[in-house]
Each structure stands twice: as C-alpha cells, then as structure tokens.
C-alpha cells in the first residue's frame, strides 16, 4: 500500500513540472515568433531602402557623368570628380547587399515565424486534448532547437550560405534516428490496410520523381541566375568608376560613355536581383522541397513502424497529407493509381506525370517564367 501511495505521489508531481515545462517553453515560442517577425519587417525594409538607395547614387553619378563629359575642363568637371566616389560607394554598397541578400533573409524569417507559430499551437493542443508526458517536453525541445538551427537569427557567423555549392531543402526538424528493424507483414488495424500503405508509397514514389527532381532543378537555375547578377551589378558600377575616372584622359569619349552605360546598366542589373526578389525565389524552392521532404519522411516512418497501433491513425493521415499535397481524398487515390499504372508501362505515362503536390504548382509556373527571364 505504501509503495502504491508513492508512486501515486511522485506521479501527481510530476504531472505539474510536466504542464510548467510546455507552458514555459509555449512562451519562448511566442517570443521566438515576434522576433522573427519583427526582424523580418527590418530585413524587408533594408532590400527597399537599399536596393533605392544605390540605385538614385548610380543614377544620379550616370547623369553627373554625362553632363561633365560635355566640358571636361569648365566648371562641369567637378561632377565629373563627384561621380567616382559616388561609383566607388554604390559598389561597396552593392557587394554587402549582395552577400546578404535581404529578399533571401525576409523569406528565411517569414518561414520561421511561420512554424513557430505552427510549433505554438502544437504544444497548446498537447495540453488541451492530451495528457502531456516528459517525452513531449523532449520533443518539444527539439523541434525549438531545430527551428533556431535552420533559420538563425543573426548574420555574422551563424547567417545561412547565401551561394552553397550544392542546392539542398530547408530542414527545420529533428532528425529521428532510423530503425534498424525491417518492417514485417502486418495486419490491418487502426485505420491502416495494405492498399492505403502502397497509396501512400506511390504518393512517395511519384514526390521523388517529380516534385524533388523540379524543385531542385529550378532552386539551382535560381541559383545560378543569382550568382550572375551578384557579380554583375558591382562589377558594373566598378567599370562606371573607372570611367569617369579617365574622362579628362586622351580617350574621354569612350571614358564617358563607359561611366554613363555601365551605370545605367548597374542599376538594372540591382533592379532585376533584388527587386525582383531572385534570392527569395531561391528560398522558396528550399522550403518548398523541405516541407515535401517532411511529408515524405512522415509517411515514410509511419510506414516502417512494426505495430499499427503505434502510427497515426489511418484515416486522420490520408487527411493530413492529402490537406498538405493540397488535394483531395479521390484525388490522393487518383494519383497512387496513376502513378502505379505509370510505373507498371514505364513509357511515356511516366512522362505525363503530375506533381504529387497541388499546393506550389501555380507558384511553379510563375516562379519559371521569372527564371527564363534571368536564364
């Protein structure tokens, strides 16, 4: 009787350090949400005033320029002279503004405000509906880590690569360790069946074939059209410096027309990167492939669980990732069995197949037109 007591107590304890611990960590989310919220708004309002800014210095410098190179030796040449420190602090400028990419930074913030708001109201679910246990501190834990992890908030030394080598999807959650053991035949249950479990790995199949292969392929032209135009624009304003530098030289008239073309070309190029949100483009073909990578390991790990009981329930997964894809349900088993006709031709069927994901499909088609452009 009195271990029962016991136990009981320690139990009812526990239970209050447990419901104080998610509330606590409830909070720092919150707050973890208006900061990137807020910092995001700063961020937004550097890529406006600085993509302004040194557009009106390349501008005004081009106009100074031409007017000087009329009268090289007059009064005109003191615009002449004003104009190549003005170059000089447009390309300074240009190269900060370029190895930040603001546009890049806001979207990194909107996502993080984003899920942690989404992280926010998991953990106000947890303590509505459910009976918390240490595990979901724990995993609440991770995920507040995780978040930290993928979308940093400050910019010297923890700022994410603007220009990575390779094009990789955004990963903001705990990578759970993978199980050893290989799955078995399992009886129905749960809402489970085996015709709903080969769905949902046609619906994994038909994602790498398509969603992650376009995803990637645009994120690395985003990318490279990118790289182009971050050098581009400096360089630009650079050869404008050295133009107006030589105006007074033997070769004046070809000096000039180097300051004003390379100025006004300058201010295009910076137009073109940074009003057209190229970098922000790039992040979106990251978080785009991330949130299907999460949906694929999701399913992926609903899968390999030996006992149905331990899964999701059937009918709120089919659910939960038909609302994801964007699709209905007939539209979910539409898609499994289009991909497993696909699959058994492997002809041109596989040619004609759709997107797994409905949600980015006319953000695909806009974000290409923008891409051919800059390609």
């Known amino acids: 009787m009195e271990k029962k007591y016991q136990s009981r107590t320690v139990s009812n304890v526990s239970y209050p350090m447990v419901i104080a611990k998610l509330h606590e960590i409830m909070e ?33 410098a081009a106009t100074m ?14 615009l002449n002279l004003s104009s190549t420190p003005m170059y000089l602090a447009a390309t300074g400028m240009l190269v900060v503004m370029n190895k930040i990419q603001p546009s890049q930074l806001v979207e990194e913030q909107r996502n993080a405000a984003r899920l942690f708001k989404q992280l926010h109201s998991q953990i106000q679910r947890t303590l509505t509906c459910g009976i918390p246990t240490s595990s979901d501190v724990e995993e609440a834990m991770e995920k507040v880590l995780a978040l930290d992890k993928a979308y940093p908030l400050p ?31 399992r009886t129905d249950g749960n809402g489970w069946s085996v015709e709903f479990e080969e769905e949902m790995r046609e619906i994994v199949g038909v994602k790498k074939r398509k969603d992650t292969e376009d995803n990637l392929r645009l994120g690395k032209v985003a990318l490279k059209g990118n790289k182009i135009l971050a050098i581009s624009g400096p360089l630009l304003t650079g050869m404008a410096a ?68 331990r899964r999701e329930n059937g009918e709120l997964f089919e659910m939960k990732v038909a609302l994801q ?36 499909y006319y953000l695909f088609i806009l974000s290409l037109v923008l891409l051919i452009i800059l390609h």
């Open 325 to 360: 894809l964007g699709r209905s349900f007939s539209g979910l088993k539409n898609l499994a069995a289009a991909s497993s006709y696909s699959s058994s031709r492997k002809g041109e069927a596989i040619i004609n197949e759709e997107f797994a994901s409905k949600l980015f």
């Open 155 to 185: 910019l010297i030394g923890v700022m994410l690569e603007k220009f990575p080598k390779t094009v990789e999807p955004a990963v903001w959650w705990p990578q759970h360790r993978e199980r050893q053991e290989k799955p078995i035949k």
């Open 65 to 78: 320029a031409g007017i000087a190179a009329t009268n090289v030796e007059g009064p005109l040449m003191a």
């Open 242 to 309: 050295c133009g107006t530098a030589f105006v007074g030289s033997s070769h004046a008239s070809w000096a000039a027309m180097v300051g004003v073309v390379a100025g006004a070309m300058a201010s295009v190029v910076n137009t073109m990167e940074h009003g057209g949100q190229v970098g922000m483009v790039f992040e979106m073909y990251r978080t785009n492939e991330g949130f299907l990578r999460l949906t694929e390991e999701t399913i992926e790990s609903n899968l390999t669980e030996r006992d149905v009981g």
């Open 28 to 60: 720092d989310v919150a707050d973890r949400v208006e900061m990137h919220k807020n910092i995001g708004e700063q961020r937004d309002n550097w890529n406006s005033l600085l993509l302004t800014s040194i557009n009106a210095i390349t501008l005004t």
